[in-house]
């Protein structure tokens, strides 16, 4: 299978990296000669320094060879444009990066008019992700899966002695929740009933909903919940604006603080529901005149991650409920964990999994990048013709470094067990390590010999072992 990655920005190095793990031949074209210097010394890739939009380009590549052709620069005409020529020329699948607002409304239009099987708006799809945090009542970030029948939370154990020091399969009081992922000083870890936890390890707990919001409850710190009324979003850029639309449709109130003046003029057009605040946000002066502390939630959604970070920093000192930053890059990755900030939102691997599962196909049900995209929370259906239909989780003896959280059969989770056995409409939750995702997920939809699909994917040598 061949790929092409046009662009390789923060993005664009981010899918040809996970593309090369899911076994694709990729070439990545960039007119910067620097960034192309970057990738081709540190990803095994087949990487040209030229201007995609140029034919004689897209035909000396032969792009009716490539199976996917995925436009990720700076530019989304650039990108629209790209994809339309390449699948003109042959190529399979054309998926396009567009982040303008102004588009918004005509996406459908501009995709089947232009020939472009996918269109992915990172900041959009950044701020769908935020705004289903803040909607949740409690404050440990957390996600969903199985229409809301299988919940996930992040937490740090801290100096807890109830996790510290013990097996996973010693640990009580957990409320019928299973400990699915760890993340140690920013590396991740898939465990198993043996492994010890330690002091200041992030678990990811998953388990039903109901008992996913009474740990949250519980453990959170805080003594009584609050629902989001309103909100205060730093920075009036395209991530700021797509927060502020959503929030808006939810009733919530809603202040941008926003430093270039022309731009506060733009946004009281677009959303003349918000309060527009002219001023710099990084100036705790400014938002304490604002009276910050008086909000239920801030964001920081500025273009500078360090300014997110440490703003959002900030608002969390001054006692607000729900404190949360977007960033783009992965250079903050193994300290995240220590900051006091609630959550932590990066636009790479929040895009980069909608790419994934598009690229995975229809047997992908959802896809998220978890713990800094270092594990995979894949949601998967098994088909009746699937050689693991009907086997029990005991016969399938799974390699380590791969995790089934849970089944749902017939509206209704199941925490599973070795004596399982997967049925035919299961809707699985699967947990992995990023690197060895793809042949899990090629594995649990295989309709070839299951003990060579298996010995193959353990051959591999990519699990390591606790």
Known sequence: MKALVVGAGKLGYRLAASLIDED?????????????????????????CANALDFG????????LFDYVIATTTNDEANVIVCTISKKLGAKYAIARVRDPEYRKHLDF???ELEIDKIINPDNATARSIVKYLMKRYQLYYDEFAGGKVSLVEFNIGNDPNFIGKRIMDIEKINNLLISAISRSGDAIIPNGNTILKENDVIILAGKSENIELFDKEHAGVKKTRALRSTMILGGGKTGL???????KENIDVTIVEINRERCLELKEIVPDAEIINGDGTDIAVLEEEMLHTYDAFVAATGIDEANLLM????????????????SRTNYDKILDKLDIDAVFNTSYITAAEILKEIRGKSSLSLHLLLNGQVECAELIIKERYLVCGKSLEELNLPPGILIIAVVRNNEMIVPN????????DR????????????MQKFFSSE??????????????RVNEL
């Open 448 to 461: 070839g010999k299951l003990n060579d699909v298996l010995n193959s994917f353990k051959n591999r040598g």
């Open 418 to 425: 070795g004596k399982t056995v997967l049925q035919a409409g």
């Open 24 to 48: 694709y031949e990729v070439t990545v074209v960039d007119n910067d000669e620097d960034v192309i210097e970057n990738i081709s010394s540190s990803l095994d890739v087949f990487s040209i």
């Open 57 to 64: 380009v897209l035909e000396e590549l032969d792009i009716s």
């Open 110 to 112: 501009i995709s089947e």
């Open 242 to 248: 797509y927060l502020a639309i959503l929030l808006l």
């Open 428 to 439: 699985i939750v699967l947990f992995s390590k990023h690197d060895v995702a793809p042949k």
């Open 312 to 327: 959002s920093l900030v608002a969390k000192q001054t006692g607000i409920y729900k404190s949360v930053a977007k960033i």
